[in-house]
C-alpha cells in the first residue's frame, strides 16, 4: 500500500470513528493504524501486540471485569455482542503517528458502547509509547496477556462465543499471576544464580557498561597480589605475577637480595615466637620451642636437650614474664653447666640460693633483674660454685661492695675470665680491689656499666693492673675525664681487641688522638655512643693512623655522635668498610646522600645496620641498600620519614637466605 493509499485510509478511519462515537451508539475502540495492521484487518488477521516490559495484569480485576460482561451478555440481545467483520468500522482514542504525519481522533471520551456495528478488533488493545499511561481496561488486560487472536470470517458471531472468549481470558491472566507470584515465592540459591535470572528475564542484558554482578564476582577471582610491593592487581594475561607499577622498576635492586618476599603481607609479628626471624618458613626446632615455651606449665623436665634450645625457651619466658620458683626447676640440675635465665623479677632470695645449691659444676651463670638478691646469696655462691667462668649479674642494686669483696677473693676469682657487671649501685672500691688483685691475669673481659664506682686516679690504677684483658666496657660511670681514661689504655691497650667507652660527658677528641690512636692498634670492635663532644677531627685523626689501617673495623658505634658528618663516614668506609660487619649511625642526622650512597657500595659484608634518625635516607637508597649488602640481616630506621610505605612493605632476603628485618617500620 502507497503512503497517499495510508493516508486516504486513516481519513476514512476517523470519518468512521466520528460516526461510531456519537450519540448512544458510538463505541471507542483502540488499535493499530499502521499499514501492516491494515493490511491483516482487510483479510480478518487479528495481531496482538505485546509489550514484554509491561506489567502483569491484575487478575482480580480481570476476573471481576469478565464476571460482569458475562452477565450483563448474559441478559442482553444476541445481536448486540455480535462481531461485525468489517474491518474499516473502527476507532481510534488517542494521536497515532504514521510516516512523520500525526492523525488524531475525534472521538468522545463519554460516548456510550455502540451495539450497532460491532467490531472484533474490540479484543485488541495498543498503547502508544509516547503517550502517558492511562487508566487500563479489563478489555485492554485481557489483550495483553494473550499473544495473538484469530479473529472469525464469518459475518456475525452470537453471543455465546464472545462470552467463552472473555472468561478463558480471565482465566488465563488469573493463571499468569500465580505463575509471576509463585516465580517471586522461589528462594535464591545465591547471589550469582540471581543475577542469572536477571539477565534471562532481560534478555541477558548488562546495560551500557557490559557489567553485571555476576562478571563483577568473576573480576574479583582474578585480583593477586604482586611478588614485587604486594599489592593487589588484576594480571592482564595469565600467570602474570607483577602489578604494571613494579614492572617499570628494575629488578636489579633485588636480585642481589636473594628474592623479593611472600605473596601475601604479614603485617603482624609473631609474638610469640621470639627467636624465629619473622617472615621466614619455621623450621621444626623452632616449632618445638614455640610449643614448649607455651605449655611450659606442663613440662615436668627438659631432659637432654641442647644448651641452646634451653637458651631460647628461657628467652621467650623471660620476655613473657614468667620466670617463677616452679619454672626455673626445668633449668637447674646438678649437672647443668649453664644456667641462664633473663628476668629474675619474681624470684626471691630462696629461689637464688635453690640455683647456687642444685648447680654445684655451673660454668656460665646469667642472673638479670635480680633485685631481690642479697648478699646471702653472693657469700653462697662463693662457697658453692666455684667452676664459673663466666658471670652476669644485672640489677643487684641490694648487694653491697663487702660482698662483692668476699666474691672476687674466693676461689671463683682463679677460673673467673668474663665478668658483666650492670646497675649494681653498690659496688666500690673494694670490690674492683679485690677484683684487680686476684683476677690479674684469668679475666679477660669486664664489663661495668650503670655502676657509680668513684673516678678518678684510683679507679685507673686499680684497672690497669688487669693485664690479661681483651674487652673493656666502661659504660656510664660517672664523672671520668680523658686522662683517666688515657691512662688505662696504656696498661691494657695492646692487648684489647673489643673496646666500648660509652656515655661519658667529659670525653672528647683528646681520648681519639691521644689515646685510641697510640695505645690501641689491634681493635675490631670500638663504641664511643653517647660521648657528644666528639668531632670531625678528633675521628679523622683516628681513622688516618697509619698503625689502625693494619687492623680493620668489624664494629664500630657511633651512636648519637651529632657532631659527626660525611667525611667522617667517607673516611671510615675508604678504610673499613670491606671489613664492616656491624654499622651504628643512630641519631647522624647531619649525613647526606653522598655518605649513604658510600656505605651502600662500601659496606658488602655488613649484616647490622642502625641508620635511625637520619632524614635523608629514602626509598631509592633502600633498595640499592638491600640489593647490594648481601649478608644484611637487620636494619634500624626509625625516624627515617623519607621511607614510604611502597619500599617498607616489602620483604627481602639476604645471600643465605635469611630475611632481612626492618626495624622501626611504620607500615608494619
Given at each position: 500500500m502507497s503512503q497517499s493509499s495510508r493516508r486516504a485510509w486513516n481519513r476514512n478511519a476517523n470519518n468512521t470513528n466520528n460516526n461510531s462515537t456519537g450519540g448512544e451508539g458510538g463505541r471507542g475502540i483502540s488499535g493499530p493504524t499502521s499499514a501492516l495492521s491494515s493490511f491483516l484487518r482487510e483479510r480478518g488477521i487479528n495481531t496482538g501486540r505485546?509489550?514484554?516490559?509491561?506489567?502483569?495484569?491484575?487478575?482480580?480485576?480481570?476476573?471481576?471485569?469478565?464476571?460482569?460482561?458475562?452477565?450483563?451478555?448474559?441478559?442482553?440481545?444476541?445481536?448486540?455482542?455480535?462481531?461485525?467483520?468489517?474491518?474499516?468500522?473502527?476507532?481510534?482514542?488517542?494521536?497515532?503517528?504514521?510516516?512523520?504525519?500525526?492523525?488524531?481522533?475525534?472521538?468522545?471520551?463519554?460516548?456510550?458502547?455502540?451495539?450497532?456495528?460491532?467490531?472484533?478488533?474490540?479484543?485488541?488493545?495498543?498503547?502508544?509509547?509516547?503517550?502517558?499511561?492511562?487508566?487500563?481496561?479489563?478489555?485492554?488486560?485481557?489483550?495483553?496477556?494473550?499473544?495473538?487472536?484469530?479473529?472469525?470470517?464469518?459475518?456475525?458471531?452470537?453471543?455465546?462465543?464472545?462470552?467463552?472468549?472473555?472468561?478463558?481470558?480471565?482465566?488465563?491472566?488469573?493463571?499468569?499471576?500465580?505463575?509471576?507470584?509463585?516465580?517471586?515465592?522461589?528462594?535464591?540459591?545465591?547471589?550469582?544464580?540471581?543475577?542469572?535470572?536477571?539477565?534471562?528475564?532481560?534478555?541477558?542484558?548488562?546495560?551500557?557498561?557490559?557489567?553485571s554482578k555476576r562478571s563483577g564476582a568473576d573480576r574479583d577471582s582474578l585480583v593477586k597480589f604482586c611478588q614485587r610491593c604486594l599489592r593487589k592487581f588484576i594480571p592482564d594475561a595469565e600467570g602474570e605475577d607483577t602489578c604494571g607499577a613494579c614492572l617499570t622498576i628494575p629488578r636489579g635492586a633485588n636480585k642481589g637480595a636473594g628474592g623479593t618476599g611472600s605473596k601475601k603481607i604479614a603485617r603482624k609479628r609473631s609474638a610469640l615466637v621470639d627467636d624465629v626471624a619473622f617472615g621466614q618458613?619455621?623450621?621444626?626446632?623452632d616449632m618445638c620451642i614455640k610449643l614448649i615455651a607455651d605449655n611450659i606449665d606442663s613440662v615436668e623436665a627438659f631432659g637432654d636437650i641442647p644448651d641452646d634450645v634451653k637458651r631460647s625457651i628461657s628467652r621467650i619466658l623471660s620476655r613473657r614474664r614468667i620466670i617463677s620458683p616452679d619454672t626455673i626447676k626445668l633449668f637447674i640440675g646438678p649437672e647443668e653447666k649453664r644456667v641462664e635465665l633473663f628476668d629474675c623479677a619474681k624470684l626471691k632470695p630462696d629461689s637464688f640460693n635453690q640455683i647456687i645449691f642444685?648447680?654445684?659444676?655451673?660454668?656460665?651463670?646469667?642472673?638479670?633483674?635480680?633485685?631481690?638478691?642479697?648478699d646471702a646469696v653472693i657469700l653462697n655462691l662463693a662457697t658453692h660454685c666455684q667452676s664459673i667462668k663466666s658471670l652476669t649479674i644485672k640489677g643487684a642494686f641490694l648487694v653491697t661492695d663487702n660482698a662483692f669483696e668476699t666474691l672476687f677473693r674466693s676461689p671463683i676469682s682463679k677460673s673467673l675470665e668474663d665478668l658483666f657487671l650492670e646497675n649494681t649501685s653498690k659496688l666500690g672500691m673494694k670490690g674492683i680491689q679485690a677484683l684487680a688483685e686476684t683476677c690479674t691475669t684469668s679475666l679477660q673481659s669486664l664489663s661495668l656499666s650503670h655502676c657509680n664506682v668513684a673516678g678518678g686516679e684510683g679507679v685507673v690504677q686499680?684497672?690497669?693492673?688487669?693485664?690479661?684483658?681483651?674487652?673493656?666496657?666502661?659504660?656510664?660511670?660517672?664523672?671520668?675525664?680523658?686522662?683517666?681514661?688515657?691512662?688505662?689504655?696504656?696498661?691494657?691497650?695492646?692487648?684489647?681487641?673489643?673496646?666500648?667507652?660509652?656515655?661519658?660527658?667529659?670525653?672528647?677528641?683528646?681520648?681519639?688522638?691521644?689515646?685510641?690512636?697510640?695505645?690501641?692498634?689491634?681493635?675490631?670492635?670500638?663504641?664511643?655512643?653517647?660521648?657528644?663532644?666528639?668531632?670531625?677531627?678528633?675521628?679523622?685523626?683516628?681513622?688516618?693512623?697509619?698503625?689502625?689501617?693494619?687492623?680493620?673495623?668489624k664494629s664500630i658505634d657511633l651512636n648519637r655522635l651529632y657532631n659527626l658528618?660525611?667525611?667522617?663516614?667517607?673516611?671510615?668506609?675508604?678504610?673499613?668498610g670491606a671489613s664492616l660487619r656491624r654499622l651504628i649511625l643512630n641519631g647522624l642526622d647531619d649525613l647526606t646522600e653522598y655518605a649513604l650512597n658510600a656505605i651502600v657500595d662500601g659496606c658488602p659484608l655488613v649484616t647490622e645496620l642502625d641508620l635511625s634518625w637520619i632524614r635523608n635516607f629514602d626509598d631509592a637508597l633502600f633498595e640499592r641498600m638491600v640489593g647490594k649488602c648481601f649478608l644484611l640481616k637487620s636494619?634500624?630506621?626509625?625516624?627515617?620519614?623519607?621511607?614510604?610505605?611502597?619500599s617498607l612493605v616489602k620483604r627481602f632476603l639476604n645471600a643465605e637466605g635469611e630475611l632481612i628485618r626492618v626495624l622501626g617500620n611504620e607500615f608494619d
Open positions: 505485546l509489550n514484554p516490559y509491561a506489567r502483569l495484569p491484575d487478575a482480580n480485576a480481570n476476573a471481576n471485569a469478565a464476571g460482569n460482561d458475562a452477565e450483563a451478555g448474559g441478559d442482553a440481545d444476541p445481536s448486540a455482542e455480535g462481531v461485525n467483520a468489517d474491518p474499516d468500522a473502527h476507532e481510534t482514542t488517542e494521536p497515532q503517528t504514521l510516516d512523520g504525519e500525526d492523525t488524531t481522533s475525534n472521538s468522545q471520551a463519554g460516548g456510550a458502547p455502540s451495539t450497532a456495528n460491532p467490531n472484533p478488533l474490540d479484543l485488541l488493545t495498543y498503547e502508544a509509547p509516547t503517550t502517558a499511561p492511562k487508566k487500563t481496561t479489563s478489555r485492554k488486560r485481557k489483550a495483553e496477556t494473550e499473544p495473538s487472536i484469530t479473529v472469525p470470517e464469518a459475518a456475525e458471531v452470537t453471543a455465546e462465543p464472545v462470552s467463552t472468549t472473555r472468561k478463558k481470558q480471565a482465566t488465563t491472566a488469573a493463571a499468569a499471576k500465580k505463575a509471576a507470584a509463585a516465580a517471586k515465592k522461589k528462594p535464591k540459591k545465591n547471589k550469582d544464580s540471581d543475577s542469572e535470572n536477571d539477565n534471562d528475564r532481560l534478555g541477558e542484558s548488562t546495560g551500557r557498561s557490559g557489567y618458613i619455621v623450621s621444626l626446632k642444685m648447680c654445684p659444676i655451673v660454668q656460665v651463670l646469667h642472673l638479670a633483674d635480680c633485685g631481690q638478691m642479697t686499680i684497672l690497669g693492673k688487669m693485664k690479661g684483658l681483651k674487652t673493656l666496657e666502661l659504660i656510664e660511670m660517672g664523672s671520668v675525664s680523658d686522662d683517666d681514661l688515657i691512662d688505662i689504655l696504656k696498661e691494657v691497650g695492646n692487648g684489647l681487641t673489643k673496646l666500648s667507652f660509652n656515655g661519658f660527658p667529659n670525653m672528647t677528641d683528646k681520648l681519639l688522638t691521644e689515646g685510641i690512636c697510640n695505645y690501641c692498634p689491634n681493635l675490631e670492635h670500638l663504641s664511643l655512643r653517647n660521648n657528644e663532644q666528639v668531632t670531625d677531627e678528633g675521628m679523622l685523626a683516628y681513622l688516618n693512623t697509619t698503625t689502625m689501617s693494619s687492623a680493620p673495623l658528618t660525611d667525611s667522617t663516614i667517607t673516611s671510615l668506609i675508604s678504610h673499613h636494619v634500624k630506621v626509625f625516624g627515617c620519614n623519607r621511607l614510604t610505605e611502597f
